[in-house]
Nanobody, 124 residues
Framework: QVQLAESGGGMVQAGGSLRLSCAVS????????MGWFRQAPGKEREFVAA????????FYASSVQGRPTISRDKAKNTMYLQMNSLEPEDTAVYFC?????????????????WGQGTQVTVSS
């Protein structure tokens, strides 16, 4: 069983930065691909960024390209999302997810485990 717990959300002004963390329990963290998704009120959950099992390959949504950096620390069983130049449109609940396949995907159905989410609010 794998459990995910996000942290690091909060309220920030436009142009600011946040670093989200996703702590993973379970001995097979290193085998999972990991992803970040977000969901704004009244909208579907959308892909933000993902990293493969080794950490050597990453992928980002075009809507956030150039602003976030996804990374993982296997020693700490933790994944991170550094978000820079935040915009009001980035306001959403951010979720981390794990895929047992080891390969990342932009589709929510590819992920087996999800965290509860952390709220990010960007004011103009």
């Amino acid at each position: 069983q794998v459990q995910l717990a996000e942290s690091g959300g909060g309220m920030v002004q436009a142009g600011g930065s946040l670093r989200l963390s996703c702590a993973v329990s379970g001995r097979t963290f290193s085998r999972y691909a990991m992803g970040w998704f977000r969901q704004a009120p009244g909208k579907e959950r959308e892909f933000v960024a993902a990293v493969n099992w080794s950490g050597g390959s990453t992928f980002y949504a075009s809507s956030v390209q150039g602003r976030p950096t996804i990374s993982r620390d296997k020693a700490k069983n933790t994944m991170y999302l550094q978000m820079n130049s935040l915009e009001p449109e980035d306001t959403a609940v951010y979720f981390c997810a794990a895929a047992s396949s080891g390969q990342f995907s932009t589709k929510t159905t590819a992920y087996d485990y999800w965290g509860q989410g952390t709220q990010v609010t960007v004011s103009s």
